[in-house]
């Protein structure tokens, strides 16, 4: 497999690629900006991009991460070894446990954490007993300007959550 090249005569390959493939919002924005990017003739824009990757989904989606990163101050561009974008490290995390944790992992828990500009934003990790679900600490989490917010509205949600079941069997 030949490795991406992007330059100024990319454009008929990235409508093709366009055309080929469901884009989701922030792909087409993307490739908006590289064929903006071609039109200028800003190779220099065009090599940023590619430094993001060696396909178009790796590049849009590593580029994406990147900028959901910037909303929290994280500025570094780092990818593992597998070419995708490494995810930062919050700061001041703290992790908030539910339930009991001694039986059957039949607890829940709230992990907060800050980005290096001070936006908050929490993961949720819920049990029921013989279900639940979760999702990590993201840059693609909800954003607060403040710790409290952000354990209020993750408390909120594990409530609401735990609410909803009651009475399931």
């Known amino acids: 497999m030949e490795s991406l090249v992007l330059n100024l005569q990319s454009k008929n390959q990235i409508t093709a690629y366009i055309k ?11 490739f908006q900006e590289m064929i903006a ?3 200028a003739k800003d190779q220099q824009q065009l090599d940023w991009f590619r430094s993001f990757g060696d396909s178009f989904r790796a590049i849009t989606m590593n580029v994406h991460a990147y900028r959901m ?5 994280f500025m570094e561009i780092a990818f593992d070894r597998y070419g995708w974008f490494q995810r930062p490290a919050f700061l001041d995390q703290e992790e908030l446990t539910f339930g009991d944790t001694c039986r059957y992992g039949n607890y829940s828990n709230i992990k907060l ?14 049990s029921y007993g013989v279900a639940g679900g979760g999702y990590g ?3 693609y989490g909800k954003q607060f300007k403040n710790r409290m917010d952000a354990l209020a509205v993750a408390l909120s949600d594990l409530k609401a959550k735990m609410v909803s079941r009651i009475g399931s069997t």
């Not at 080929?20 to 993307?30: A, D, F, G, P, Q």
């Not at 990163?69 to 101050?73: A, D, I, N, R, Y």
């Open 113 to 126: 954490g800050k980005g290096s500009n001070g936006v908050w934003t929490y993961a949720i990790s819920y």
């Open 69 to 73: 990163g910037l909303q929290f101050g």
């Open 37 to 39: 990017a071609i039109q």
């Open 137 to 139: 600490l993201s840059v």
């Open 20 to 30: 080929e493939n469901h884009m989701v919002h922030y792909e087409s924005e993307i």
